[in-house]
């Protein structure tokens, strides 16, 4: 049953997602979990029994963090053997537990970063929407360490990321030019590559990710400009995409005295096959047949 402090916490995650994406969601969740173990006051009889019930909140969130779920269910396993610790040495094993896994995910996102940025060339004009945290440091390292010359097409289509994109950008001197998404039509003929990050990837081979990403993601696959997702491998679902909980609602609006009622969702699903480079931490896979090893 959902509560008023359930569906707060499902609207923060969202927020959180939007503003920063689902990698750094996953980092500031997990640390948000170790300062409220910390910070904890109950009976030791009670420990366990209420991070269960936190868990499983988080783990139906809307939509589902696929990360921070398979972290959660890990975190779960490993901490059923300290049932039986007293109150403090159960809060350090779980402060603990929680401390690796962030590290590991956060290597993860380390490796994914430097395979996004050995997939830019010189003389590219890449097409970035809803950039990731991911996507953004590539492009900065690609400048600076590498030395690589080449154009990033900034879709404006969410003002928080897209301004913390060109901020970046501006900052380390990347050429890059800013549109709305809806004039890339106008730039296909000249575009080379499209990068895109990801919620999750179902194992029906079906790609969750920010709002509008579909529309361009299909405007790419027509005209033949190859596109590139970059996602850790634990972003790989072990449900299908009916199970993801994609948020929706309904809300009224009004624009020149006339209201009218709004049915928006809250992410995107894209069909792998329409994407051509399938980039893990563990290098490109071969979609969609490698995706049942990914996700299992």
């Not at 990360?67 to 402060?95: C, N, Q, W, Y």
């Not at 970035?128 to 590498?146: G, K, M, Q, Y």
């Not at 405007?219 to 634990?234: K, T």
Request: proline share 3%.
């Amino acid at each position: 049953m959902k509560t008023d402090t359930t569906q707060t916490l499902y609207d923060l995650i969202r927020t959180y997602m939007q503003a920063l994406g689902t990698s750094r969601t996953t980092i500031v969740a997990l640390k948000s979990y170790m300062d409220a173990i910390l910070r904890l006051k109950c009976e030791p009889g009670d420990f366990m029994g209420m991070l269960g019930r936190l868990n499983t909140v988080i783990k139906n969130t809307e939509p589902k963090v696929i990360p921070l779920v398979h972290l959660i269910e890990s975190f779960e396993e490993e901490m059923t053997a300290a049932i039986d610790f007293g109150l403090e040495a159960a809060r350090k094993r779980a402060v603990e537990i929680l401390e690796r896994q962030k590290k590991r995910f956060e290597e993860a996102t380390r490796i994914v970063t430097d395979h996004c940025m050995n997939c830019i060339a010189d003389g590219d004009l890449i097409i970035v929407h809803s950039p990731t945290a991911t996507i953004r440091d590539a492009l900065v390292s690609a400048r600076n360490e590498r030395q690589r010359s080449f154009e990033v097409l900034v879709l404006k289509q969410d003002f928080i990321r897209a301004r913390e994109l060109i901020d970046a950008l501006a900052q380390h001197e990347v050429p890059h030019v800013l549109i709305p998404e809806y004039n890339l039509s106008h730039y296909l003929g000249q575009a080379g590559k499209l990068f895109i990050g990801a919620v999750s990837v179902t194992p029906d081979s079906q790609v969750v990710a920010g709002i509008g990403t579909a529309n361009v993601v299909s405007l790419c696959h027509w005209y033949h400009v190859p596109v590139y997702l970059f996602v850790e491998s634990i972003k790989f679902a072990h449900k299908a995409l009916a199970e993801q909980h994609i948020y929706n609602e309904e809300k009224a609006q009004t624009e020149a005295d006339f209201t009218f009622r709004m049915k928006t969702f809250s992410h995107d699903f894209i069909d792998l096959q329409m994407i051509d480079h399938l980039v893990t931490e563990t290098g490109e896979m071969t979609p969609p047949e490698g995706l049942a090893d990914a996700g299992s």
